[in-house]
């Protein structure tokens, strides 16, 4: 039975993912130059994410966020600090150390790259990021242990 509990958490986080990234992927191609689009994307895709595990905890399942290891963020110098270098680095070190040569793939536009750019940055980086850890710290965690 609680195997049964894990796996019907794993298919309810799955569709919250990805029910919430259809929904906001609308909003991206409202505003399709200089890559805003794709930061609009992100943002709806993370507050979505965010109402719908809410709504699941709090309406149906009658619990508190903090159960579910969802709390307010806290912003640390440090871990911002890391977050700015350690992609630097390890570009550097891959760059300079790895033999081969190095491209970028040809845009056709000022407007791809720059949405090529903030897509990996913002979608990638950030709101996949948050999303998973919600999603899977929050709710599946939760029902593991």
Same mark, same amino acid.
């Given at each position: 039975?609680?195997?049964?509990?894990?796996?019907?958490?794993? /298919? %309810?986080?799955?569709?919250?993912?990805? +029910?919430?990234?259809?929904?906001?992927? =609308?909003?991206? *191609?409202?505003?399709?130059?200089?890559?805003?689009? &794709? +930061?609009?994307? #992100?943002?709806?895709?993370?507050? %979505?994410?965010?109402?719908?595990?809410?709504?699941?905890?709090?309406?149906?399942?009658?619990? *508190? !966020?903090?159960?579910? $290891?969802?709390?307010?963020?806290?912003?640390?110098?440090?871990?911002? !600090?890391?977050? +700015?270098? !350690?992609?630097?680095?390890?570009?550097?070190?891959? +760059?300079?150390?790895?033999?081969? &040569?190095?491209?970028?793939? *040809?845009?056709? &536009?000022?407007? @791809?790259?720059?949405? &090529? =750019?903030?897509? /990996?940055?913002?979608? *990638?980086?950030? #709101?996949?990021?948050?999303?998973? @850890?919600? /999603?899977? $710290?929050?709710?599946?965690? $939760?029902?593991?242990?």
């Amino acid at each position: 039975m609680r195997f049964i509990k894990i796996f019907g958490m794993l /298919v %309810l986080g799955l569709l919250i993912m990805g +029910i919430t990234q259809a929904i906001a992927m =609308i909003f991206e *191609n409202l505003i399709p130059f200089w890559g805003i689009g &794709s +930061i609009i994307f #992100a943002a709806i895709y993370v507050i %979505l994410a965010y109402f719908v595990v809410k709504w699941i905890i709090v309406r149906r399942f009658k619990e *508190n !966020l903090h159960i579910y $290891r969802i709390t307010k963020p806290k912003f640390n110098k440090e871990f911002i !600090l890391c977050a +700015i270098l !350690l992609p630097i680095i390890v570009y550097s070190i891959y +760059i300079l150390c790895i033999p081969g &040569s190095f491209f970028t793939p *040809n845009f056709t &536009s000022k407007n @791809e790259y720059l949405k &090529s =750019i903030f897509w /990996v940055i913002f979608v *990638n980086g950030f #709101a996949a990021a948050v999303v998973e @850890e919600m /999603v899977c $710290r929050g709710l599946l965690m $939760r029902y593991i242990q």
